[in-house]
């Protein structure tokens, strides 16, 4: 498995590194890309507009989460080349490995595909209880 790219690198900016060590850990099992980490407020703003999102206090805004897309490579370790896809049965897969990877390094996560309304299969999140 390919480790994070610098892109991903870059999108990790600013996350909390509890969370980055479990992203990094799930990458060495599952391929996906970062699509975002850290937002501004009118970022948010935007995204709760269009209905991307439903709350103005994101965990994104603190860099306490994450949102990963499933990466189908085509070998090079480009993602210009390779094709991001949306299947539900593929967050399935990268739910379970973000959450293999957060058991392994002691690290309390929360993934948005367990929520029961507004499931949220790219998202995932330090866990509100153990970070604040």
Do not use: N
């Amino acid at each position: 498995m390919v480790a994070l790219l610098p892109r991903d690198h870059a999108r990790l900016a600013g996350v909390h590194r509890d969370l980055v060590r479990v992203v990094e850990r799930a990458r060495q099992s599952v391929p996906f890309i970062v699509t975002e980490g850290v937002r501004s407020r009118e970022r948010q703003a935007r995204l709760v507009a269009i209905g991307a999102s439903r709350t103005l206090h994101s965990r994104h805004l603190t860099g306490h989460a994450v949102d990963l897309a499933y990466w189908l490579d085509d070998g090079d370790g480009s993602v210009e080349q390779g094709e991001i896809r949306w299947d539900w049965p593929l967050y399935e897969q990268l739910g379970a490995a973000m959450k293999a990877a957060a058991k392994e390094v002691g690290v309390p996560i929360a993934w948005g595909g367990d929520w029961p309304s507004f499931r949220d299969g790219p998202h995932f999140e330090l866990d509100r209880e153990a970070y604040p």
